[in-house]
Every structure is written in C-alpha cells, then in structure tokens.
C-alpha cells in the first residue's frame, strides 16, 4: 500500500489504510439477493450469500475495473452477477478509497482493481467473465497491470492467485503471499507487472502467448524509439528517448487511461492534456522558460507528450552533493562558495515565477523534484503537469514541506512564492516539514549554521517569509537556542521528560490497532516490534527509568503472546526483540515463550544479520541467559552463531550494524566474553573487517555504502558508520589493534558531521549520538560525551512540540510518530543513555561482561540531579 493511505485524516500521526473514510457516501450495491451480507476490512467491503463466506483458497481471480465517474454504476452491474454466479466479491469502500488505490503515487501492482471476484472453479470464472463482458460493454477502466484482459474487455480481467491469506513471513517481517503451484510447491504469488502464472498452471481462457522481453533500443512509440526508462509511476512512464524522423533526443512523458488520480475528477490523461497546452503558449511566448513541446499522440490507449530532453540533475540531487553542512570537515569557505551558488539559484527561480505570473499562471508544485540544474547551476523548471492558467489550475498537488493547500486554493501566486521560500530553506537543511508543524526549527538552523558560515541575510529573509501550514496548537514550550546553549543538560533534561509525556499520552490502551504511533513500515510488517513497533517505544521507556503504565505493559504482553504465531523471529523485526523487552520487564515466562518461537523459525535458515536474522536471535538467547544463568540459552546462541549454520555471513551484500557482517561480529563479540570462545572472537574480527573494507574516505571521514548496489555513503547506526563504530570501538577493547584504531578515527570523522535529513535513532542524528554516547561510556573520553551532547542540542533542528508532549517525524518525514526506529522513542533512548550513562540501551550486553566498573563521565555542572 502506498503511503498515501497513511497519511490521511487530520490527524498528526499516521494512520492505518482504510480507517479514514471522508465524507463521501460509500459505494454500495443495488440488486443483491436480501441473504446476502457484507463485511467492512479497512478499504474494501465484502459481499457473501447469509451463510457465511467460503471461497477456495486459490483460483481465478476476476477483477473489474472502472472510471472513477463511473464507479457505482458498474458496480450495481456487477453485484447481481456475482451473486447469480454465487461467488463472493469485495470492492472498494468509499470514493476515497478509489482515489487512493488509483492515486498517482499508489502501487502499480493494484490500482485498476475496483471490484474483486473469486470464483470457485474455472468454470464458474468463465461463465462470470462473459456475462460480465456483455453486461459492461461500452465501459473502461484502468487497465489491471498484473492481469489479462478477458477477451479483449475494456474493464474485465483477470490472473491466478490466492484467495485467502496464505503464504509467509519474510525476516523484516512483511508477508509473502504464496499459492501452490501444479507440482504441489509453495511458490511467491507473484503480483509484478506483468501476467504471470505459477509453474504448471496455464491459462484456460487464452491460448499461451509467446513471452518477448523489450530491450532499451527496440521499443518505439509515436515515432520515438525509447533509450531508458525515467521513471515509473502509476499515471505511466517517464522515458528518455531519439526522434526517429530528427535524430533529436526527446524526453515522454506518459498517460495511462481512467488511472493516476490526485481526485475523482483528476486523472493523468487530463492532466498530460493540460501540460502540453501550456507548454505550447509559454514556449511560444518565453521561449527556455518551459520545455520545448515537440508532439502529442496516442498510441494504445496511452497519451504521450513529447518534449526537448532537458539536461541536469534534480534540484535534490544538486543539493546533497553540493551542500557542505552533511559534511564533518566543512569549512567556512565551503560555506560561503555553496550559498553564493544557492542565491544565484533562487534569483532564476525568481525571475521564471515573475514572467510565468506575468502571463497569469501558477506554477504551484514547485519542488525539489521539478527543478534540474544544468551546468554552472543554472535552474530549469520542468515537469509542468500543475501548470496553467489561474482561473483553470488542472490538480491544486504538491510535494509535502513545499505545498500549502489553503495558499494554492485561495492565492495560487502566493502559494509559488511559499514554494520559493521553501526551496530556499530545503538548499540549507531540508526541515521543510518540522517548519511546516514548528517554525522555531528555523532558530536553531540558524545558529547551527552560524557555527561556521551564517547564510547570507537575503537567503535567510526568504526562508522567514514561508508560511506554517500545519502549526500546532503547542502549550509545550520549545526552547530557543540562546536557553539551550546557556544550560544544555537541564534542557536536555527537560527535553527528554516531555518525549515521555508525549509518548505516554499517545499510547492507545484499547482495542486500536497500534499501541503507539508508528511508521508506514510499520503497518507493512508489523506494529509490535523492536524497530517500528511496541516494543521499541516500551524498550525506550523502560531504559528511561519510566513507571511504565500496568495497562501499557498488559496490552503488549497480550498482543505479543497472541501473535507470537505469526511474527518473524528477528531481534528488532519480531518475537526475539519482544522477547528481550519482556525480559527487562521482569516477565520471563512470556520472554521464554517468545524467544521460544524465535530460535526454531524456519526464516533463520536463510537470514544471519543482526536485525532480522540468526545473529539478533543469539543475542536474546544471551539476553536470557544473563537474566536466569540458564545454560540452555548459551548453547542455542553458540549453535546460531556456528559458521556452519545457513549461509556465510561475510557474504552479506547490505553493510552495516543491522544487516551487514558487522553486526554478526557484534553477536560473536558477546559470545566471546561471555564464554571466551576465542574463534568466536577471531570470526566476529574476520566479519568486522568485511564490512570495513567497503568504507570509502570521505571529506576526511570513513563512509559506507548501503549494499553492493546501492552506492550511497552513510554515517548512521543502521546502516553506516555509526553502526560499525559501536562493533568497532568493542573489538577495540579486547586489544591494541593499530588497522582498527585508524577505522575507528575514520569512523568518528563521519560521525562528526553538522546536520543528518531525520533526527531519528536507525537512520538519522540521534543514531549519532547514540554512538558517541555509547562510546563515552565505554571508554570515559569526555571528548566523546561532549560530542554526544553537542549532538543532542542539534537534535532541536528536528522535533515538534504538542499539547501532548514533543515529538519528531517518523519515516518518511509527513506525519509524526512514536517509534523507536525514527521517532520520538528512539531520541528519548539516546538522551537518557547520554544523561544518565546506564548500559546497553541499544540491545548490546556490556553490563554482564564488564568485570570492572566503567569509568563514569563527569556531567555538566546544570545536570539536574
């Protein structure tokens, strides 16, 4: 499911699919026998005859699809027939639901899907399928990507699939549907783009079509043979493409019919129609201030538009390359080059909105994303698709931090020069959406970036002038930056008490589906683990010194016993970090019972990192152990963590603490002290060095890619620096070791850095402070715990007050969370660790192998107590 559809409601934290309805009247169907009964799952509605529902667990799928002005008449169609076929159907809900499944930005694999039918045999399927032909003939729909037109039907298609919910978890703890192929085998439901059939199972109702792969260079469409592929969306393709008749290259951009909706009124089709009218006058008038338009056509149903190829990169991509404040070396000369580049950006911008006002339109989705930088930084716009007139703007969209809706509703100029304001504040730091919720971010900006270079008073001016469309009504007081410089302990203090407050005041006692406010990720696996879940904020707590609540503590306990069935068994995706929290709970039956379910799990035979995996599962055995000195558990952890248990994992292709060889080597570390199995020790040393050899120098620090194919250098705890620094710094203590000394200072380097994008623990700032702050107690190097406390002030630049208590954004930066990954949890995690020094608050167990006391950190003198 697309974010979209947790990001609805008023609400300021994400919400799960299907619970926000809107004030539209539901899609409900006429001509349904009396018997039959329906039942209401989040965005789809159920029909079955009064005897309850009973469908096969796999077969036929029948999907119908539809416009979206024509929804509920096709849908009084096709109940009748399903219903004198007897074969159960579900259909979308609401008409917001139909606009979210077939929104822009949905999933391809499931938009066009508007009715879904299951017949109970191939027979059955057939017999519907023609009479639903016939019935909606002249009807169109969205064409459905993962199925086959039933026999050339503008609205009728299908695919084999499962019926019910079978298949299996995966280690992160997302669901893998499966159905039985015709040999018996459990294989994937496969739901790509593209019709495809389980291995054995052909199609009754086509003769077998022979498979063609297109490769770059032999597609062509409307005169244009197709180089690459941009960008696949849900309203069609972006592609880079030649024109034939010229030899010129040419960029498409594609419209697929009835589907990429931002309204019920709104779809891709008209709005490709819109963009090449008003590329056509405003090239005919400011020639450069659009792209070229170079044709219009259809082809298959599908419009394209044609234009020049504009050379550059996206602003965004402009912007995490040039911009010096990510940096850990930067200098103020740095500062200084980029911010000159930045005020020569803005200043083009400005004129292009001056001359496009000029001609009485509005650009309004103005963006990181619709702006490429050419050569010697200049701006070009593209991608005009929210372009016209004012009095006729085709789709009042935008991107979150830059769009406000009332601004583009009332005053559309006014709206584009809030988006100015915007990219402006994005070419600094891109906290667009904290300022959206909490203007006083920009203050700490501010005096972050004095540190080095403040920005010049121009550009500043500009970011002051953009609006704060989402502002809180927010009693908790948000401390400027003079206060927390002045006594930063005591209003660190402060800071952590009201995540507390805040996490506590949100926490959902009843019968919700979420404990605690939690990420889209956390609806797609699951909303009780260690990273995205219940037990990560519960951990937090719990760490914090917080009387957790009795009615807080019984509903995780319930729930995680209830589905500890279901769950996978990795340390922060599943049971094994609920096992560890139960444990520090004091409830070690229920922790045993958990973990219990862990160490068997058929998902371990393949997985061995530290998140998901083998080596996670060991570190709750040791966890165990430490709380019942039960013996049992130290075998399993050795047995999980023997070299000759599932795959290497110096093979892994990810890098990291989470899921690289790192964190295997964090696993036999502990191993090793707490049974002093030396090839442990020298195994977990080989791993470590697997993952530092991919390192790369940079600006002065040692970076490290996600995985073999995605190339981005990261600091965090995750995956990157400060991740591998904590398994580092460990290693580091068994023994003088000059190669990993170096690594280390290389990895402190990075951790240095001024500013991350997120704020939170996984993949943002607090996760660098997290590392120093573990690194400061484990070796007492005041320099360490003065940089994790300078870190935790910065923390400022990301967090949002409330009535409630103080939050931040939780992935991916819309809507306001409490998880432990990247929410509130996980800051208040790293403050207390960095207030009050206790051990092992990110699952590590140094407390049971420490044979002597740490030396303490001295705390500042306005510590409060």
């Known amino acids: 499911m697309n974010e979209l559809a947790h990001v609805l409601g008023a609400g300021p934290f994400y919400v799960p699919a299907g619970t926000v309805s809107g004030d539209d009247v539901p899609y409900l169907p006429q001509g349904l026998p009396s018997e039959w009964r329906n039942t209401l799952s989040g965005m789809w509605r159920q029909w079955h005859p009064g005897g309850g529902p009973h469908v096969e667990a796999q077969g036929w799928k ?35 639901d139909f606009v979210v499944m077939h929104h822009k930005h949905a999933g391809r694999s499931q938009a066009g899907k508007f009715i879904a039918a299951y017949p109970g045999d191939p027979r059955t399927a057939l017999g519907l399928m023609r009479d639903l032909k016939e019935a909606l003939a002249g009807e169109e729909g969205p064409y459905v990507l993962t199925d086959r037109a039933f026999e050339g039907s503008a609205c009728v298609y299908y695919r084999y699939g499962a019926f019910t919910s079978q298949g299996r978890v995966r280690p992160d703890g997302s669901f893998e549907g499966t159905v039985i192929d015709a040999n018996g085998h459990a294989v994937e439901d496969g739901r790509g783009i593209g019709f495809g059939l389980p291995p054995g199972i052909t199609d009754p109702f086509q003769e077998p079509m022979a498979a063609w792969t297109p490769r770059a260079g032999e597609v062509s469409v409307g005169g244009c043979t197709i180089e690459r592929v941009v960008r696949f969306s849900n309203s069609g393709g972006t592609y880079q493409g030649i024109q034939q008749s010229t030899g010129r290259r040419v960029f498409l951009k594609e419209a697929r019919p009835h589907v990429g909706l931002v309204s019920m009124e709104s779809d891709a089709r008209r709005r490709l129609q819109s963009e090449f009218r008003t590329l056509t006058t405003l090239h005919a008038l400011h020639p450069g201030l659009c792209p070229e338009p ?41 500062f200084a080059q980029y911010f000159a580049d930045c005020e020569k950006l803005i200043d083009a911008l400005r004129e292009d909105l001056r001359r496009l006002h000029a001609e009485g339109h509005a650009f309004i989705d103005l963006g990181p994303d619709n702006i490429l930088v050419q050569d010697g930084g200049v701006p070009r716009l593209v991608d005009f698709e929210t372009v016209a007139p004012v009095d006729r703007l085709p789709a009042l969209i935008g991107a979150v931090g830059f769009f406000d809706p009332d601004l583009a ?4 100029f006014a709206q584009d020069q809030h988006a100015l304001s915007s990219v402006a504040l994005y070419l600094l730091a891109p906290v667009q959406a904290t300022a959206d919720r909490n203007p006083a971010v920009l203050g700490h900006l501010r005096a972050l ?9 121009a550009l500043w001016d500009l970011v002051l002038r953009r609006r704060a469309p989402l502002r809180l009504s927010a009693p908790t007081p948000f401390v400027s930056p003079e206060r927390l410089a002045a006594a930063p302990a005591r209003q660190l203090s402060v800071l952590r008490d009201d995540l507390v407050r805040g996490i506590l005041s949100a926490a959902d006692t009843g019968n919700g589906v979420t404990l605690f406010p939690t990420v889209p990720d956390g609806f797609a696996t699951n909303t009780l683990g260690v990273r995205h879940g219940s037990a990560g904020v519960l951990h937090a707590l719990q760490r914090s010194g ?55 799990h058929p998902v371990l035979r393949d997985c061995s990192d530290f998140a998901h995996g083998r080596a996670g599962v060991a570190m709750a055995c040791l966890r165990l152990h430490a709380a019942t000195d039960d013996s049992g558990y130290l075998e399993r952890a050795d047995e999980l963590l023997a070299p000759t248990r599932g795959g290497n994992p110096g093979d892994l292709a990810t890098t990291g603490l989470a899921t690289g060889p790192a964190g295997v080597a964090m696993a036999l570390f502990y191993l090793h002290r707490l049974t002093g199995d030396e090839p442990a020790r020298a195994r977990g040393r080989g791993l470590l060095d ?13 970076l490290f890619p996600v995985s073999a194919k995605d190339r981005r250098l990261m600091p965090y705890l995750w995956s990157g620096s400060a991740g591998i620094g904590m398994v580092a710094e460990r290693y580091l203590s068994l023994g003088d070791d000059e190669d990993l000394s170096r690594a280390a200072a290389g990895i402190r380097t990075a951790a240095s850095c001024l500013f991350t994008r997120a704020g939170g623990l996984f993949q943002g700032l607090a996760g660098l402070g997290a590392y120093w702050s573990d690194t400061a107690r484990r070796t007492g190097d005041e320099s360490a715990r003065a940089m994790a406390e300078d870190v935790a002030t910065r923390l400022f630049v990301h967090l949002v007050p409330t009535e409630d208590g103080m939050y931040l954004h939780g992935d991916p930066g819309i809507r306001l969370s409490c998880d432990l990954g990247s929410g509130s949890a996980g800051v208040l995690l790293f403050l207390d660790h960095l207030l009050r020094g206790t051990a092992d608050p990110l699952f590590t167990l140094d407390a049971h192998v420490e044979r002597d006391p740490v030396p303490a950190c001295s705390l500042p003198s306005d510590f409060p107590g």
């Open 62 to 96: 029948v999907h119908i699809s539809a416009r979206a002005e024509r929804a509920q008449q096709v849908l009084d169609v096709v109940a009748p027939l399903c219903a004198e076929h007897g074969v159960v159907f579900k259909h979308l809900a609401a008409p917001l």
């Open 409 to 412: 509703r009332t005053d559309p």
């Open 690 to 702: 697997r993952d530092l050899a991919r390192g790369t120098y940079d600006h002065g620090g040692l």
């Open 449 to 457: 970036l004095e540190r080095v270079n403040p920005p010049p008073h």
């Open 546 to 600: 917080t009387e957790v609540p009795d009615a807080i503590l019984a509903r995780f306990t319930r729930d995680a016993l209830a589905s500890r069935t279901v769950l996978p068994p990795g340390l922060f995706s599943g049971s094994a970090g609920l096992s560890w929290v139960l444990a520090e709970a004091g409830r070690l039956d229920e922790a045993a019972a958990l973990l219990g379910s862990a160490v068997d």
């Open 294 to 334: 170079v044709d219009y056509f259809t082809e298959g149903g599908h419009e394209f538009l044609v234009t020049e190829f504009v050379e550059g990169e996206t602003l965004n991509g402009w912007t995490v390359r040039n911009n010096p404040v990510v940096n850990s070396t930067v200098t103020a000369a740095e």
